[in-house]
Nanobody
C-alpha cells in the first residue's frame, strides 16, 4: 500500500528555521505532483507549496513565498519543506500530500482535491 510518512517539525522561536520531510512508498512516486498543506487549530486546511514530478516547477502560497522552499529527491522517494524566518502564524500541523493520478505533464496544484494520498501530519510550533 502506498504511504507517506512525515518527520521533522518541532518547536522554534519566531525568526528561526525548521524543516519537515516526507518519505513515500510506491514505484510511481517519480510522476506524482506533491504538496504540503497545513492546518492550524480552528482553521481550515490551507495550501503551502507544491512541486511537479521533476522538481523543476514549484508553486507557493503567498504567505510563505520567499521563506519556505519545497524540494524533492526522487531517488530517495522523499520531499521536504525548508521553513525559514518562521512566524507564529506558521504554527500548524503540516501534511504531505501526493496526487497519484499525476503524470509528467501535470503542474503543481494548490487545490487539496487534487491530492489523494496524505501523510499523518507533523507539528510545527513557532513561539513569539
Amino acid at each position: 500500500q502506498e504511504q507517506l510518512v512525515e518527520s521533522g517539525g518541532g518547536l522554534v522561536q519566531a525568526g528561526g528555521s525548521l524543516s519537515v520531510s516526507c518519505a513515500a512508498s510506491g514505484r510511481i512516486f517519480r510522476s506524482y505532483v506533491m504538496g504540503w498543506f497545513r492546518q492550524a487549530p480552528g482553521k481550515e486546511r490551507e495550501f503551502v507549496a507544491s512541486i511537479n514530478y521533476s522538481g523543476g516547477v514549484t508553486l507557493y502560497a503567498d504567505s510563505v513565498k520567499d521563506r519556505f522552499t519545497i524540494s524533492r529527491d526522487n531517488m530517495r522517494h522523499t520531499i521536504a519543506l525548508q521553513m525559514n524566518s518562521l512566524k507564529a502564524e506558521d504554527t500548524a500541523v503540516y501534511y504531505c500530500a501526493g496526487n497519484r493520478r499525476s503524470h509528467t505533464g501535470t503542474y503543481p496544484s494548490a487545490q487539496d482535491d487534487d491530492y489523494d494520498l496524505w501523510g499523518q501530519g507533523a507539528q510545527v510550533t513557532v513561539s513569539s
